[in-house]
């Protein structure tokens, strides 16, 4: 008897699309009561940045059951990536004109995220790819290794302190709402979070590749059988999520400032918890994950524990893999022959 895969790719889930949205507005409404209108637009923020780590964490493991512990550090090379561009191209203070500075980020956007999805492609075909009939613990062990090899590399090239990011958007540029005071640049970053998981949803449910992806998720030997190309669907999958990491190392510099060579580590830990939280294998459940630990994230800054965010975040991990192991939105699901 084989165990069928509990968590996959797909979002279907058996949950009516009303409820889940109700389900969500309540939550919104009650970190908005919890933390306040400030911290509010920070906790989407931050949570939108775990959101794009943890997409790419459930899209690997959605395909072949591999937890690329390597994805952290894809993200916090996606920021180094991303401030060496503005470095090199001149940038070291704000853009002040509308017009360039949307020309610079779209250029920053598809520079960074096509490199890092090259490296993304680059890690599957040389580190993954030849362990894919191997025990789970082989990939599992290769994919702690190459998370060193690229931290290696980033202290190499950058050094071990931190990297100050150019900050090219006006960070005093600001807007009143509901006696809060939000950046443009807060906006900025949970627009884009939410139109790249829009356009992840589209591509895995509307088109050939996606449904490429999503049958070698349910039955990879299947799959092949009915002519899809298990090794360019693995690339790709690959090249998407690393993709979406270099996104989210480009938010994290912008709103952070810095980029430390160790930071994905770290990330990527947190972007983890997330997709579990969500039920890895299921893009949707990893967003919501992602911006459950923003606003943990927040909130103990807001009450005076963050020292024990850590904590808390890990604490929630180990209650959901001891109540719910599938997920808040994944499913068990029964054996097959």
């Known amino acids: 008897m084989q165990m069928q895969r509990s968590i996959r790719l797909p979002s279907r889930v058996r949950r009516g699309p009303y409820q889940l949205v109700g389900a969500v507005a309540i939550c919104l409404v009650a970190a908005y009561i919890l933390v306040g209108a400030q911290q509010f637009s920070n906790f989407l923020t931050v949570g939108a940045i775990y959101a794009l780590i943890a997409l790419g964490y459930t899209m690997v493991y959605g395909i072949i059951e591999l937890i690329n512990f390597a994805h952290g550090d894809v993200f916090g090379m996606g920021a180094f990536v991303a401030l060496w561009l503005l470095t090199v191209a001149g940038f070291h203070g704000a853009i002040d004109n509308p017009l360039v500075l949307a020309v610079v980020l779209v250029a920053l956007f598809l520079l960074t995220m096509g490199i890092m999805g090259?490296?993304?492609?680059?890690?599957?075909?040389?580190?993954?790819?030849?362990?894919?009939?191997?025990?789970?613990?082989?990939?599992?062990?290769?994919?702690?290794?190459?998370?060193?090899i690229l931290e290696n590399i980033m202290q190499a090239f950058f050094g071990p302190s931190p990297v100050t990011s150019p900050q090219i958007f006006d960070l005093n540029a600001r807007f009143n709402v509901a006696g809060a005071s939000i950046g443009y640049l807060n906006v900025f970053i949970v627009l884009v979070a939410?139109?790249?998981?829009?356009?992840?949803?589209?591509?895995?449910?509307?088109?050939?590749?996606?449904?490429?992806?999503?049958?070698?998720?349910?039955?990879?030997?299947?799959?092949?059988?009915?002519?899809?190309?298990?090794?360019?669907?693995?690339?790709?999958?690959?090249?998407?999520?690393?993709?979406?990491?270099?996104?989210?190392?480009?938010?994290?510099?912008?709103?952070?400032?810095?980029?430390l060579f160790n930071q994905g580590f770290y990330a990527g830990l947190f972007a983890f918890t997330a997709a579990v939280l969500g039920g890895i294998g299921n893009t949707t459940g990893a967003a919501l994950g992602g911006f459950f630990i923003g606003f943990l994230y927040v909130a103990a800054a807001q009450y005076g524990y963050f020292r024990w965010f850590e904590v808390l975040v890990f604490g929630v991990l180990v209650l959901v893999l001891v109540f719910r192991p599938s997920g808040l939105l994944g499913q068990q699901l029964g054996e097959r022959a």
């Open 194 to 259: 939410v139109a790249l998981m829009i356009a992840l949803q589209v591509f895995v449910g509307r088109t050939r590749l996606g449904r490429a992806m999503r049958s070698t998720a349910q039955d990879r030997e299947a799959a092949q059988l009915m002519g899809v190309n298990i090794d360019q669907t693995i690339a790709i999958t690959f090249f998407i999520g690393s993709a979406l990491a270099g996104a989210g190392g480009i938010v994290w510099a912008l709103y952070f400032g810095y980029a």
């Open 118 to 148: 090259l490296v993304g492609m680059v890690i599957e075909r040389v580190a993954y790819r030849p362990l894919r009939n191997a025990p789970r613990l082989a990939p599992l062990i290769t994919a702690i290794g190459v998370s060193f």
